[in-house]
């Protein structure tokens, strides 16, 4: 059975079929709400209340085919809320600053890492986009901006990850090994 399938069948109140599209998509929830809150807790909550209102609404989603766009809106809104409740210094103060002794540089270099070291409003773009494997058109509609908004996000944030990767590899092919 197809998604699209899955998805008239919880529009018209099936709850299973419900369950079956969130399970396929936790994931991809999970891991976006974690780039946008960080906080496990949140991470936590902000699901729980997307996943109550998408069930909640469901019935309301006009094109089966956008459930996961829609999805992702319910979860980016929720996700907003909760960062308007909280101080963002707050957040960036508990991400701690870890330097392993003896390590080897190159296994500190992680795309997820560097990912979710950029401004929210690339991050979210590039998770959705390269993570999450949305197309422009289903970035833009979950974020409600223009296509070109996204494309022009996507293009800094390559841009900024680039310049990071370039500067990390210069600085450690000038590095003797010991």
């Not at 699901?47 to 809106?73: C, D, G, M």
């Not at 401004?119 to 070109?148: G, T």
């Not at 900024?160 to 092919?173: D, G, H, I, T």
Request: charged share 30%; with cysteine.
């Amino acid at each position: 059975m197809d998604s699209t399938d899955l998805v008239n069948q919880a529009i018209q109140g099936d709850r299973e079929a419900f369950i079956r599209l969130i399970r396929d998509i936790e994931n991809a929830l999970y891991n976006t709400a974690k780039s946008m809150l960080r906080k496990e807790e949140d991470v936590a909550d902000a699901i729980q209340e997307t996943i109550l209102n998408a069930y909640k609404s469901v019935h309301t989603l006009r094109e089966p085919r956008y459930f996961k766009t829609w999805l992702f809106r319910i979860l980016i809104n929720e996700c907003n809320t909760m960062l308007s409740r909280r101080s963002l210094s707050t957040a960036y103060a508990d991400v701690p600053s870890v330097k392993r002794e003896h390590s080897n540089p190159y296994d500190e270099v992680d795309m997820r890492e560097a990912v979710d070291r950029l401004e929210e409003s690339k991050r979210i773009v590039v998770v959705l986009h390269y993570f999450e494997d949305l197309s422009l058109r289903q970035v833009a509609d979950a974020l409600n901006i223009s296509e070109s908004a996204v494309k022009m996000r996507l293009t800094r944030a390559r841009q900024e990850l680039y310049q990071k990767f370039k500067n990390f590899r210069e600085v450690n092919l000038h590095v003797k090994p010991v």
